[in-house]
Every structure is written in C-alpha cells, then in structure tokens.
T-cell receptor, first 114, second 113 residues
C-alpha cells in the first residue's frame, strides 16, 4: 500500500458543485500539504498543516478550504468548483523540524470541472 | 524572492544517449536543491538533493552538482534507459518543511528504444 493515499484518483464534477479530495498517510509525519499541478506551471502550494491544530494558506488558497481531521488525514475542499480549478492535485507529507526535508507525495487526483 | 527555471521540454532521446536537463535558481539565502521525478501515473518522488555549494547529489545513475557561482543544478545521466521516461522537476528549499519548496515547471523526458 502507498504511504500517501489520495481518493478519488479521478473526478469529473460540474461547475458550482462542492467537492472534497481526501488524503491519508501512514508515514507518521506531522506535516501535510496540498499542491496543484498545471501544465507549464509546476506545482503550487494551496494549503499546509504542521499539526492537527495548525492550518496555513499557501500561494493559491482562494477558492479552497482544508480540514485536518487527524494526524494522518488532510482533506481539500472546493466549496463551489469552477472550470479553472481543473488540475492535478497532490497531497504530500514531510517530517517536522528537519532541514532539507524530503516531501512524500501521493499519486494525485485528476479533477475536471465542466 | 525564490524561483527555479528549468529547460522546457519535451526532450526525446534514444536509449543510451547522454542527458542534461538545465536548472538555474534565484534565492535570497543559501537554499538546498532537489530533483524530483514523476513517473507516469504517479506522484513526485525525490531523485537526489544537495544541501550546500559544490555538493554532488547522485542516485540511479543521475547526478547534479550545486554550483553557487552559476546558481545552477543541472541534472545529468550518461546513458538513459526507456525506464527513465518521466517528468523531472528541479526545486529549491530555504527552510524546513515542504511549504518552502519552490518547483520549476518540469521537463518531460521520453526515451525511445
């Protein structure tokens, strides 16, 4: 089983619908992240959480919200999906406190908003 | 601010060819540098890293040297294989945590037999 698991892997939704992407991890890391990948733009950080009670906005948080339900679970919500939120979404984890720390990524969720 | 610029792809090579993917960076301090690889249908995974000037990161036949004087971290491999076909991302970090990771736009490599 993957260390970082994202569900669903693929989703098509309509404009205006609310959708939740889920992420769970078995690495025991405190820190979790949500990134968005668009062609030609690399990865951009949406939100991150350093522990269950700590949530922070990233570079492109508008239109998104998150919930850290437990150390191992971090979900991303689109309250009212719009077509320009069509992208590949990645969850990631990392150890806390370590410099130059490696990030561990899930397999991604491909979201299409029509 | 921090940014990473890497060569645009796609790059197509024949098996056993030499690979170079260029990466340059801008940083306010002394960053650590990374190459991540994304195989088809998978998430990113760390390929190699270097934490200070003149360090060389290496893994799976790939190498990259942290060049502070040219602010570069070019990825090289002497003989690519079909299994190396993937998207390669250069990234930098100036602190703890992946919230401080800045990624390049990615370079798609296709290796043909």
């Amino acid at each position: 089983d993957a260390d970082v698991t994202q569900t669903p892997r693929n989703r098509i939704t309509k404009t205006g619908k609310r959708i939740m992407l889920e992420c769970s991890q078995t690495k025991g890391h405190d820190r979790m992240y949500w990134y968005r990948q668009d062609p030609g733009l690399g990865l951009r950080l949406i939100y991150y959480s350093f522990d269950v009670k700590d949530i922070n906005k990233g570079e492109i948080s508008d239109g998104y919200s998150v919930s850290r339900q437990a150390q191992a679970k971090f979900s991303l919500s689109l309250e009212s999906a719009i077509p320009n939120q069509t992208a590949l979404y990645f969850c990631a984890t990392s150890e806390s406190g370590a410099m130059n720390t490696e990030a561990f990524f899930g397999q991604g969720t491909r979201l299409t908003v029509v | 601010g921090n940014s990473v610029t890497q060569m645009e792809g796609p790059v197509t090579l024949s098996e056993e060819a030499f690979l170079t993917i260029n990466c340059t960076y801008t940083a306010t301090g002394y960053p650590s540098l990374f190459w991540y690889v994304q195989y088809p249908g998978e998430g990113l995974q760390l390929l190699l890293k270097a934490t200070k000037a003149d360090d060389k990161g290496s893994n799976k036949g790939f190498e990259a040297t942290y060049r502070k004087e040219t602010t570069s971290f070019h990825l090289e491999k002497g003989s690519v294989q079909v299994s190396d076909s993937a998207v390669y991302f250069c990234a930098l970090s100036e602190g703890t945590g992946a919230n401080n990771l800045f990624f390049g736009t990615g370079t798609r490599l296709t290796v043909i037999p």
